[in-house]
C-alpha cells in the first residue's frame, strides 16, 4: 500500500479536526500554529483530562509571536503524551513525537501532522472512542483512507511496547480491523486495484477470521470448563461425609487464596512493571523538566539581562533625548555666547572708551574741584565785595546827601554872595565916591577944610558899622567859601573814587557772574558725563554678572 505524504496527511487530519466544530478558525494549517484549535478539540474529546483550568492555561492572543505559539504547542503535546501514557496505557516513541518550534514558527506540515496524528491517537483511545470512530466513517474516502494510514501507523509503531490490551480489547481491535477492511475494500472499489492493496485488505481479513476463531475457541473452552466444573460438582456429590465436603471447602479456599495469591503476584508484578515504567518515565521528564528548569532559568536569567538591557537602553534613550536637546540648547547658547562676545567686545571698547573718559572726567574732575574752590572763594570775595559795595553806596548815598546839602549851601551862599558882591559893589562904589569924595575933600580942604569936615560929619554912624560889619563878614565868607572849595574838592575826589570803585566791583561781579555762568554749565556737563559714565559701568557690570 502506498504511503501519504506529510502534507497530503496533514490536509487529512485537518479535515478530520474540522469535524469537531471548534469555535477557533480551522480552515489552513497555519490556524493550527498557535495551538488554540488543537486545545479545544482535545478539550472536547476528553472534558476530564483537558478540563476548564488547563484550557486556561493556552494563551489565545498570541499575535505574530511564535515564541508564544511555541509555549502553548509545548503544553499540549506535554500533556497529550501524559494523556497516552496514563489513560490510554502506552508510552509514544520518540521518533512520533514532533518538534513543536517548527510547527510555532513556520507552521511546519510533517511535524504539525505528527502532531494530529497523537491528537487522533488520543481520540481512538479514550471513552468515547466508538463515537470518534463513526465520525471518521463519515469522513471522504480519501480522508478516511489518510486517517486510516496513520492510525495503522501508530499501532505499527507502538507493536513493540503495547501489550495485547492497548486500545481497548479484541472488540476494539476487531472495529479498527473491520474499519480499516472497509475503509480499503471501498478504496479498492473507488481506486484502481493494485496487487498491494488486494494483498492488504486479505491480510486483514485473515487477521478478522483468525480473531473470530480464538473468540470462538476461547468460548468453547470456556463453556468445557464450565461443564467439567457441573461434571466434579455432581461426582463430588457421592463422596460421603463432611470429610469430602471440608476438603472440598479447603481446596477451594486454597484455590482461591493459591489464585488471589497468584493475581496478587500478577498484579504486584504487573504493578512493578508500571511502577518501573512509572520511574523510568517519572525519570525521563524529571530529566526533560530538569533540561526545561535549566532552560526556563537559563531564558530567565536572559530574561533579567534584557530587561535589564532594555532598562539601560530605556535610560541610554532618554540621555540621548536629554543630550539632544542639551545639543540644540547647545547650539542656541553658542549662538548667544558669539553674540554676547560680540556684545562684550563693543562693550569692552565702550569700556575702554569710558575708561579714557573716566580718566579725562578725574582729571575734569579736578579741575572742577579746583573751580569750585575758585567759585566758592569768589562767592566770599563777591560776599564781601557786596558788602563793600553796599557800604561804599551807603557812604556814596550819606556823601551825595551831603553833597547836596552842599550844593544848596553854596547856592544860598553864591547868593549871599551875589547880594554880598552886589553890597560890596555898592560898597565899593561908595568907596570910590568917597575916595572921590576924600580926594574932592583934599582937593576942597586945600581950597576949603570946612567944607570937608562938614561932609564927614554928615555921614551916618549906621552905615559905616554896616560897611565894617560887611566887609568882615566878607573877610569870612571869603575864607568860608575857600574852605567849601576845598571841601569840595575833596569830596568830588572821593566820589570819584567811589565811582570808580563801583565801576570796578560792578566789572568785578559781572566777570564773577560770567566766571560762575561758565563754572555751572561746565558743572552741568561734567554732571551728566558723570551720570553716562555711571549708566555704562552698570551696563557693563550687569553683562560681566550675566556673562
Known amino acids: 500500500m502506498a504511503e501519504t505524504g506529510p502534507a497530503e496527511r496533514c490536509g487529512a487530519l485537518l479535515t478530520w479536526l474540522q469535524t469537531f466544530h471548534v469555535p477557533s478558525p480551522c480552515a489552513k494549517e497555519q490556524d493550527l500554529a498557535s495551538g488554540v484549535t488543537i486545545a479545544q478539540v482535545l478539550h472536547k474529546i476528553d472534558p476530564s483530562w483537558f478540563n476548564e483550568t488547563w484550557l486556561l492555561r493556552i494563551k489565545e492572543d498570541t499575535g505574530d509571536n511564535w515564541r508564544l505559539k511555541v509555549s502553548n504547542l509545548k503544553k499540549i503535546l506535554q500533556s497529550v503524551v501524559e494523556y497516552s501514557q496514563d489513560i490510554v496505557g502506552h508510552q509514544v516513541p520518540e521518533q512520533l513525537l514532533p518538534d513543536v518550534a517548527l510547527v ?15 491528537v487522533l491517537g488520543c481520540a481512538i483511545g479514550c471513552e468515547k472512542k466508538q463515537d470518534h470512530i463513526q465520525q471518521i466513517m463519515t469522513l471522504e474516502e480519501s480522508v478516511q483512507h489518510v486517517v486510516m494510514a496513520a492510525i495503522q501507523e501508530l499501532l505499527n509503531k507502538d507493536s513493540d511496547t503495547l501489550s495485547s490490551d492497548t486500545y481497548g480489547n479484541f472488540d476494539s481491535q476487531v472495529v479498527c480491523l473491520a474499519l480499516q477492511s472497509r475503509k480499503y475494500y471501498f478504496l479498492s472499489d473507488d481506486l484502481e486495484e493494485t496487487d498491494d492493496t488486494r494483498q492488504r485488505c486479505h491480510e486483514l481479513e485473515q487477521q478478522i477470521s483468525l480473531l473470530v476463531e480464538e473468540k470462538n475457541t476461547l468460548m468453547l473452552e470456556n463453556k468445557s470448563l464450565r461443564e467439567q466444573k457441573s461434571a466434579l460438582e455432581l461426582d463430588a456429590a457421592g463422596l460421603t ?39 523510568q518515565e517519572l525519570q525521563h521528564r524529571n530529566e526533560e523538566l530538569t533540561s526545561l528548569a535549566e532552560e526556563a532559568q537559563a531564558l530567565k536569567d536572559e530574561m533579567d539581562v534584557l530587561r535589564h538591557s532594555s532598562d539601560r537602553v530605556g535610560r541610554l534613550e532618554a540621555m540621548v533625548d536629554s543630550y539632544k536637546k542639551k545639543l540644540e540648547d547647545l547650539g542656541d547658547l553658542r549662538r548667544q555666547v558669539r553674540l554676547l562676545e560680540e556684545r562684550n567686545t563693543v562693550y569692552m571698547q565702550r569700556t575702554c572708551g569710558l575708561e579714557e573718559e573716566l580718566r579725562r572726567a578725574s582729571a575734569v574732575r579736578v579741575q572742577l574741584e579746583a573751580h569750585k574752590r575758585q567759585v566758592q572763594e569768589l562767592h566770599s570775595k563777591h560776599a564781601e565785595e557786596a558788602l563793600k559795595a553796599e557800604k561804599w553806596q551807603f557812604e556814596f548815598k550819606n556823601l551825595k546827601e551831603k553833597f547836596e546839602a552842599l550844593v544848596k549851601e553854596k547856592e544860598r551862599l553864591i547868593e549871599e554872595r551875589d547880594s554880598l558882591r552886589e553890597a560890596n559893589e555898592e560898597l565899593r562904589c561908595a568907596q570910590v565916591q568917597q575916595k572921590f569924595l576924600s580926594q574932592a575933600d583934599t582937593m576942597l580942604e586945600q581950597i576949603a577944610s570946612p567944607v570937608d569936615n562938614l561932609a564927614a560929619e554928615i555921614m551916618p554912624a549906621e552905615l559905616k558899622e554896616t560897611i565894617v560889619q560887611l566887609q568882615h563878614e566878607n573877610k569870612m565868607l571869603c575864607a568860608q567859601e575857600a574852605s567849601y572849595r576845598l571841601q569840595q574838592a575833596e ?52 553683562l560681566e554678572v550675566y556673562v
Open 104 to 118: 510555532g514558527e513556520l507552521s511546519d506540515t510533517t511535524e504539525l501532522g505528527k502532531l494530529l496524528q497523537l
Open 241 to 279: 461425609g463432611k470429610k469430602l465436603l471440608l476438603l472440598q471447602t479447603q481446596i477451594e479456599q486454597l484455590q482461591e487464596e493459591n489464585f488471589r495469591l497468584e493475581s496478587g503476584r500478577d498484579d504486584f508484578r504487573v504493578r512493578c512493571e508500571d511502577l518501573e515504567r512509572e520511574v
Open 491 to 542: 569830596l568830588q575826589g572821593m566820589l570819584e573814587e567811589s565811582n570808580r570803585t563801583k565801576y570796578q566791583l560792578e566789572a568785578q561781579q559781572r566777570l564773577s557772574q560770567q566766571q560762575i555762568s561758565e563754572l555751572k554749565t561746565q558743572v552741568e556737563e561734567l554732571q551728566r558725563a558723570l551720570q553716562e559714565q555711571g549708566s555704562k559701568a552698570e551696563d557693563v557690570s550687569l
